[in-house]
């Protein structure tokens, strides 16, 4: 009985109706509302509108509406509203992972000449919540916008190194970076920009170590090929922090080798 009425369930009924409406399936769209019906008034001894709250919150209803192809037409011919209802969400104090879909829709639907798409994804890559959106909002974003990137970089950069401040202003740009080359890409050459041009070169690496080791951490969790991120067209992008790595890494080598030489000559000595 739980899981007959359990939110999934109901949802991929859900999801069942709207393909079923979008491809004029009528038999079938009137089955699957007699069941949703019945669904949606809960287990027997519940009170309905609880039960609906709880199970098909007003998120959830508003992104599967725009998975509709009839409602995204709609939105497409009428870029007013389009605008209006991209503006209230990102006007929201909070975005759950419904709203963040409902958004990632609503952006597909914009002329592709809007002036609005850079203050847009200005505004996404600057909420609290971007790590919930979906990777190719985030490079939809990127390709209208780095410079939200770039000030959580050198912030990262110019402070004292932080696990803390890294896992929570990066963690979620490592789990794309390892999704995507391309935001791989754009990443690594913030990185190597901020190598070239910040004199606390010491902070930046430390940063960049940390990125790369939960990069490859990510990747092997993941089964992904660390070296496929690399694509053709970045060489002169990407190896230079790899290079710069090995430089403090063989530096520290060099430190550690010659500290314990000293200490081996201080215990000949005496």
Same mark, same amino acid.
């Given at each position: 009985m739980e899981k007959l009425y359990h939110p999934d369930n109901i949802c991929r009924f859900t999801d069942s109706l709207i393909r079923a409406v979008e491809n004029n399936d009528e038999p079938n %769209? $009137?089955?699957l509302l007699l069941v949703l019906k019945m669904l949606v008034n809960g287990p027997p001894g519940e009170r309905c509108q609880n039960f609906y709250n709880r199970t098909l919150p007003p998120d959830r209803c508003i992104a599967a509406v725009l998975k509709t192809k009839r409602t995204q037409d709609a939105l497409r011919d009428? @870029? $007013?509203k389009c605008e209006k209802l991209i503006n209230m969400l990102l006007g929201l104090p909070y975005l759950t992972? @419904?709203? &963040? /879909?409902a958004l990632s829709i609503l952006i597909t639907c914009l002329d592709p000449s809007s002036f609005l798409k850079m203050n847009i994804a200005t505004r996404i890559l600057s909420h609290e919540d971007l790590y919930k959106f979906d990777l190719r909002t985030v490079q939809r974003c990127l390709e209208q916008n780095t410079? $939200?990137?770039e000030m959580t970089a050198i912030k990262l950069c110019t402070q004292p190194p932080s696990e803390e401040d890294?896992? /929570?202003n990066f963690d979620h740009w490592v789990r794309w970076c390892s999704q995507s080359s391309d935001v791989? @890409?754009?990443v690594s050459g913030i990185f190597n920009e901020l190598l070239s041009r910040l004199k606390c070169k010491k902070r930046v690496l430390s940063v960049v170590n940390m990125f790369i080791k939960e990069l490859r951490t %990510? &990747?092997?969790v993941n089964g992904i090929d660390l070296v496929s991120l690399k694509k053709k067209n970045i060489n002169l992008i990407v190896p230079k922090t790899f290079i710069y790595l090995n430089e403090i890494r063989h530096n520290q080598k060099d430190d550690s080798a010659a500290k314990n030489k000293n200490e081996i000559l201080t215990n000949e000595n005496n």
């Amino acid at each position: 009985m739980e899981k007959l009425y359990h939110p999934d369930n109901i949802c991929r009924f859900t999801d069942s109706l709207i393909r079923a409406v979008e491809n004029n399936d009528e038999p079938n %769209t $009137e089955n699957l509302l007699l069941v949703l019906k019945m669904l949606v008034n809960g287990p027997p001894g519940e009170r309905c509108q609880n039960f609906y709250n709880r199970t098909l919150p007003p998120d959830r209803c508003i992104a599967a509406v725009l998975k509709t192809k009839r409602t995204q037409d709609a939105l497409r011919d009428d @870029q $007013e509203k389009c605008e209006k209802l991209i503006n209230m969400l990102l006007g929201l104090p909070y975005l759950t992972n @419904q709203l &963040c /879909r409902a958004l990632s829709i609503l952006i597909t639907c914009l002329d592709p000449s809007s002036f609005l798409k850079m203050n847009i994804a200005t505004r996404i890559l600057s909420h609290e919540d971007l790590y919930k959106f979906d990777l190719r909002t985030v490079q939809r974003c990127l390709e209208q916008n780095t410079f $939200e990137l770039e000030m959580t970089a050198i912030k990262l950069c110019t402070q004292p190194p932080s696990e803390e401040d890294f896992f /929570r202003n990066f963690d979620h740009w490592v789990r794309w970076c390892s999704q995507s080359s391309d935001v791989f @890409q754009v990443v690594s050459g913030i990185f190597n920009e901020l190598l070239s041009r910040l004199k606390c070169k010491k902070r930046v690496l430390s940063v960049v170590n940390m990125f790369i080791k939960e990069l490859r951490t %990510t &990747c092997d969790v993941n089964g992904i090929d660390l070296v496929s991120l690399k694509k053709k067209n970045i060489n002169l992008i990407v190896p230079k922090t790899f290079i710069y790595l090995n430089e403090i890494r063989h530096n520290q080598k060099d430190d550690s080798a010659a500290k314990n030489k000293n200490e081996i000559l201080t215990n000949e000595n005496n």
